[in-house]
């Protein structure tokens, strides 16, 4: 029988985010590509270093662990490489135990015409074209920055961030701000506080992820000893009176986040070295970047925060 990948939350992941490629990278850059089939087929063995997408994707797929008979994850690798120099990511996922077993090898094209075809909630790349190709399709795909970020196998909990405006909501009120200033987005925001915002590129992921709550939650009340794995947060520069409508959005979604931040143009950086998420999404480059050495970040280049200045 056919998986039912349409029932199930996907993650689209590519290789370079899923293992660190810098070295066989190089190799390509400075010697082409049949230089790197070469370097790949001598090193077929040698297992790839964890890249910054490993830590979340690792606790993503123990979801399958905790509920084998529903098995409500997937994670499906989409890579620009060929089959042939795909073999050693394969192994490498394979010596880390890692339950992925659909991919899309495009041997050089981009692969973002695929994230819809696997049903992907998430298309998460440490390629900034793809990425950028991606979101402007009106694809859900996030580029990840490099990190230094290591993975503590003690820790099972799967902790999950985003931004609101342009992540989980659209970017209308992002761009009155931007076009008219801060007194006109407060007097936008009240003057709709029963309105809803229309989904942003991650609305999908965003409500998967509180049907896992939902799942965790319900084995809870039968298991009171059940350690739930999943913890998200929205982490806004929203502040009073503008939080209103958001908890509107959030509502009419059916959604409540485990933590909820209005910063009020305080720095996110001082949340997010404190909560320690193995993933936190971002329109704004500035939000991230501060973080990044320590911390998977990921930004979507969506919307008028990613907007050409104008001259």
Known sequence: MAYPIDKKLVIAVSSSALFDLSESDQV???????????????HLNTVLAK???????????????????LQ???????????????????????????????????SGSSPITYIKAFNASLFLSANPGDVTLAVKNGFPGGLLLAS???????????????DFDGI??????????KQSGLDQFYQHEQSRLSEPHKPGLLADLFLKLAGLQALENTRAEHEPDY??????????????PAHER????????GVTPNETFF??????????????????????????????????????PFGVANAPAER
């Open 72 to 106: 409500p994850v997937e994670v499906v690798l989409l890579s620009r490489n060929s089959p042939e120099t795909g073999k050693r990511v394969f192994r490498s996922i394979e010596q880390y135990g890692l339950g992925i077993s659909r991919a899309a090898f495009v």
């Open 51 to 69: 890249g910054v997408a490993f830590p979340f994707i690792r606790r993503f797929l123990s979801f399958n662990q905790r509920f084998p008979d």
């Open 168 to 177: 989980i909501a659209d970017d209308e009120s992002e761009a009155v701000f």
């Open 148 to 162: 230094g970020m290591q993975d503590d196998e003690q820790d099972d909990e799967l902790r999950v961030a985003f």
């Open 263 to 300: 910063l009020g143009g305080m720095e996110k950086r001082r949340i997010l070295e404190v909560m320690k998420p193995h993933v936190f999404f971002d329109d704004q480059l500035g939000h991230l970047t501060p973080t990044a050495e320590k911390l998977a970040m990921v930004h979507v």
């Open 227 to 240: 350690q739930r794995i999943l913890r998200t947060a929205i982490i806004t520069a929203r502040s009073a």
């Open 246 to 253: 958001m908890i509107t959005t959030l509502e009419s979604m």
């Open 28 to 42: 390509f850059r400075e010697h082409g590509a049949s230089a790197y089939r070469e370097f790949q087929h001598q």
